[in-house]
Structure formats: structure tokens, C-alpha cells
């Protein structure tokens, strides 16, 4: 038996779902705002739910939380600058402890679209949130964290980063956090900006990368159910409100040409 409730023109099918993905079209809401085509996939086995997309620019941008273990991987893929004669691509990733919004991930493997072709825009933006990376870690103990992120950082290896702060709310024992810790950056805190130095400068610089997800499901919403005798009965699924928001990950290069990007 399969029981469908509309929710404008999202459907939660209340079906068992191992995993589902759903892509969507997504926006700002402006007028000459970019239209993104967004997956965002739940897998009930692993607990985790991705959001991934391609920007304008080429970058590909992957989003995955692990609910189990509260913690949040982002994965930057950006293509070489074929003017300064960059080949292939870099991979980087950082760690971010889970903000808690995010609907369930088995209500995400239920969400369906009435009609593929149309473009979403969020109900609520939820500001930008900036985080500081001063500690590369150790790529070959990354499973002490969560057990996804091997896999999703493998071609990053050397350029995953993250936070004392957020180590510390992730792994809660202070041995096992130092075992990880690849490199802190002592100069974080006074070292320049990429963008205001040279390409050719061999000083190291603060990088930024930044991503906005225009669309994402961040809370259920739930409808009264009226029995037959017009009394007030039980509460049941009706819904999704939808959020956007924006990241910055900020982390220490070696030299500005490795973070070509970024403009001053």
C-alpha cells in the first residue's frame, strides 16, 4: 500500500526507500539570477544525505552529511586556469560539524517533483556561514571521524581541512584529535590574503572558497488529520519547508598560485 501527499508541487511518497535521488533546477530568485541543476540524494544504509551541483565557472561542488556522526563533508573539484597554464584539476575538502538543517534522511529518499522542468527557489535564505581552517589532517585516520570520508576525499589526500573547534566537537577525545592533526598553521591569524598578493609571490596566504546551496529541504512540515466525527485527530506529513545558504571556507595555501580564484 503506498499512500502519496502533495505538498505543492513536491510529493512525499510514503514508501520503504533504501536510497533516492532527486535533481532539480534551483535558483537565487532573481531576474538575472543562474539556474543550477542540483541532486540531492538520501541513502538511508549509510545515514547521510549529498547535495552536489556544477557551477558556472566549472566548479563541481559535493555536499555530504553523515547524520550519524554529525559531520558535514564539502568537497571543492576546481578545473586548472588553462591561462596560466593549469592542467587537470584540485580537489579540497573541509570539515564542518552538522548544523542540524536538514530533514531526515529517510524523508529525503521520499521526495518526488510533479514537474521535472521547474525552477525552485528556497522560502527562507539562512545567511552565510564562514569557517576557518587552519589544521590539515592526517587523510589516513579520517575514519576515526566517519567512514565516508576516504572515499569522498581520496583525491583531496593532502588538502583536507578543518578546525580545533570542530575536531574537537567530532571526536571528543583530545588523543586521538592530536593524532590527526597533519599541520596547524601557527601564522593563520596574520597572513595575508591571497588575492592581495602576487601569483608570483612564494609567501603563504589565507585562500577562500565559497558556495551557496540555493535549495535544500530544512524542516517537515505536518497537517492535522480530522477524523470522521469532525474532531481534532493525529498530525501527519504534509510538507517540506525549503532553505538556501550560503558556506566560505577559509584555509592556508602555500603560495598564491594555488588559490588563483581569488580576486582582491
Not at 590527526?180 to 591571497?194: A, D, E
Request: glycine share 6%; aromatic share 6%.
Amino acid at each position: 500500500n503506498m499512500r502519496i501527499l502533495l505538498s505543492g508541487c513536491l510529493i512525499l511518497l510514503l514508501c520503504e526507500v533504501c536510497c533516492a535521488e532527486l535533481i532539480v533546477n534551483v535558483s537565487k530568485g532573481s531576474q538575472q539570477a543562474n539556474v543550477f541543476r542540483q541532486s540531492i540524494e538520501g541513502n538511508v544504509t549509510q545515514d547521510s544525505i549529498t547535495i552536489q551541483f556544477l557551477t558556472p565557472s566549472g566548479e563541481h561542488i559535493k555536499q555530504v552529511t553523515d547524520m550519524a556522526h554529525k559531520v558535514t563533508v564539502t568537497v571543492y573539484t576546481i578545473p586548472g586556469e588553462q591561462d596560466l597554464g593549469e592542467s587537470g584539476y584540485k580537489v579540497v575538502c573541509f570539515l564542518s560539524s552538522y548544523l542540524g538543517d536538514l530533514i531526515p534522511t529517510e524523508a529525503v529518499t521520499k521526495l518526488r517533483q510533479r514537474h521535472a522542468s521547474a525552477v525552485r527557489v528556497a522560502e527562507e535564505h539562512r545567511g552565510n556561514t564562514v569557517q576557518e581552517n587552519p589544521i590539515l589532517v592526517d587523510y589516513g585516520k579520517m575514519h576515526h571521524i566517519s567512514p565516508l570520508i576516504p572515499q569522498l576525499c581520496r583525491e583531496a589526500k593532502d588538502q583536507i581541512y578543518s578546525s580545533e573547534g570542530v575536531l574537537k566537537q567530532l571526536l571528543k577525545n583530545p588523543a586521538k584529535m592530536s593524532s590527526i592533526i597533519t599541520k596547524k598553521s601557527h601564522n593563520y591569524q596574520s597572513s595575508r590574503r591571497c588575492g592581495d598578493d602576487s601569483l608570483n609571490s612564494t609567501e603563504a596566504c589565507t585562500c577562500g572558497l565559497q558556495h551557496c546551496i540555493w535549495w535544500f529541504p530544512c524542516a517537515l512540515k505536518y497537517c492535522r488529520t480530522d477524523t470522521e466525527d469532525g474532531s481534532v485527530g493525529g498530525e501527519h506529513r504534509c510538507g517540506i519547508r525549503t532553505c538556501s545558504k550560503c558556506f566560505t571556507h577559509k584555509y592556508e595555501v602555500r603560495r598564491p598560485s594555488e588559490c588563483s580564484w581569488d580576486d582582491p
